[in-house]
């Protein structure tokens, strides 16, 4: 089971599981439980699989932000050169707390306000994906008002099916993303007769948790013939944004490497001058991550065996909202047999479960890691129950630092009063 671990840094040692060189228990014992650990090691060999498979192609691989937005997970990425794609104003700031070049920032999301517009064009981010028509006016009004160009991409709906989870599916013609491929050329001659709008791109960004690169291709495929159709009526592109998506392994999954997903795009675009663009999220955070929790009760049921954790819905909401499944394992097993348990937290909710029907040999005030942990993890978290928010510490070699502290309960107070 060991050699089946997804989290690459992770092993198995004599005092139980290591993340890169430190031992999980002692994580636990310095800085406490539910905690999230990051392995630097795994993040950035996950960011260089991109570049190598981008090998000497004019390529900016963006981190999507909102994967995970910790200032250290941010840094790591900026000391690399990455470019971030953000979707609000609060993770452009969040990118040049920690760093990053706002040049190589990519601002999307369908409901842009006009002070996120003001505050992207001072900063003098590199491309607005711009996802609607009364987007573009507000974006041209905008950027009139300060006296500046703003740099655009419309996001393009190219109607292809990821074949992933509903929720997460974003390039079909039904859902709120994008503008429809049918209208995107008229939106193009709109924007290039308007004074404060630059034309720089073209984006497109599919779903999330892809495991076959075939939708992608077929996506790509689309954006270059509208691409040659722009080009026909004198609008010419800087840059094609290919978007993010590609999965990750949290049980049996087999996705495709950064250079087999790539692969069929790369062949696409061969012999063209525009630059590409990646937006990867999951794919660079997810397996560099874990949940590290201590049980606080065994409690045997009639039909199923509880693990009560120090971990719930508010840390990690993925399996309540998606029944996503993520590995559980022990941090040090016992010599016991397994028992089979519903693995929960402590919130008022039956939807609080974290893994259903795992196997553990375990006794209570044992260490659970919940591994893939990295993306939509800390970032989905919440403080329903009056939970605080669990610490975050990222592992380099033999040094852990810690990346965010431990929320209090006076930082769940600030901000609220009584009536008088
Ligand atoms: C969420 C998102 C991404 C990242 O998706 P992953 O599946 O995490 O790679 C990229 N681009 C846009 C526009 C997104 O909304």
Same mark, same amino acid.
């Given at each position: ?13 004599? &005092? ?8 999980? &228990? ?18 950035? /060999? ?31 990425? &900026?000391?690399?050169?990455? /470019? ?34 003001? +505050? ?49 599916? $974003? ?5 709120? +993303? ?28 599919? /779903? ?24 026909? %009526? ?24 950064? $250079? ?13 001058? %525009? ?31 509880? &693990? ?56 209570? /005030? ?55």
């Amino acid at each position: 089971m060991m050699t089946a671990l997804p989290v690459p840094t992770l092993a198995a040692g004599p &005092a139980g599981l290591t993340l890169e060189g430190v031992a999980l &228990a002692d994580i636990a014992a310095r800085f406490g439980t539910p905690t999230y650990v990051y392995s630097r090691a795994a993040l950035t /060999g996950a960011y260089q699989a991109y570049q190598k498979a981008l090998g000497m192609r004019k390529a900016l691989v963006c981190y999507a932000v909102k994967a995970n937005s910790s200032l250290g997970i941010l840094s790591v990425f &900026a000391k690399l050169g990455a /470019g971030f794609d953000i979707v609000s104003g609060g993770e452009l700031a969040r990118v040049l707390a920690a760093g990053g070049d706002p040049g190589k920032v990519i601002f999307s999301g369908v409901g842009k306000s006009v002070d996120e517009m003001r +505050f992207a064009l001072e900063t003098g981010i590199g491309c607005f994906n711009v996802e609607s028509a009364a987007e573009l006016d507000r974006l041209n009004d905008v950027a009139t008002q300060l006296g500046k160009r703003a740099p655009i991409a419309f996001r393009v709906n190219p109607d292809v099916n990821p074949n992933t989870h509903p929720y997460i599916s $974003t390039g079909l013609r039904g859902n709120k +993303f994008g503008v429809a491929f049918t209208e995107a050329l008229d939106l193009y001659r709109k924007a290039a007769r308007m004074p404060a709008i630059e034309i720089s791109g073209i984006d497109c960004h599919i /779903g999330s948790q892809l495991l076959d690169p075939a939708p992608m291709a077929e996506a790509a495929g689309k954006i270059l013939g509208l691409v040659d159709q722009l080009a026909r %009526e004198g609008i010419h592109l800087d840059h094609i944004d290919l978007g993010g998506g590609l999965g990750i392994r949290y049980r049996d999954e087999e996705p495709p490497t950064p $250079t087999d997903y790539l692969k069929p795009l790369l062949a696409c675009f061969e012999g063209r001058s %525009e630059a590409l663009c990646f937006e990867p999220g999951r794919s660079l955070v997810g397996n560099a991550g874990l949940l590290l929790t201590r049980i606080e009760y065994l409690k045997p049921g009639v039909e199923k065996n509880f &693990a009560i954790i120090d971990a719930a819905m508010n840390d990690l909401a993925r399996p309540a909202l998606y029944d996503a499944w993520h590995e559980i394992v022990a941090v040090a097993p016992r010599e016991l047999p397994a028992t089979r348990y519903e693995v929960v937290g402590p919130i008022c909710e039956s939807g609080d479960f974290l893994g259903h029907d795992r196997d553990l040999s375990v006794a209570p /005030g044992d260490l659970l890691a919940i591994l893939s942990a990295g993306a939509y993890g800390m970032t989905m978290s919440s403080n329903y129950n009056t939970r605080p928010r669990a610490a975050e510490v990222l592992v380099d070699g033999d040094t852990v630092h810690v990346i965010r502290e431990r929320e209090t309960l006076e930082h769940l107070l600030k901000g609220e009063r009584p009536l008088p």
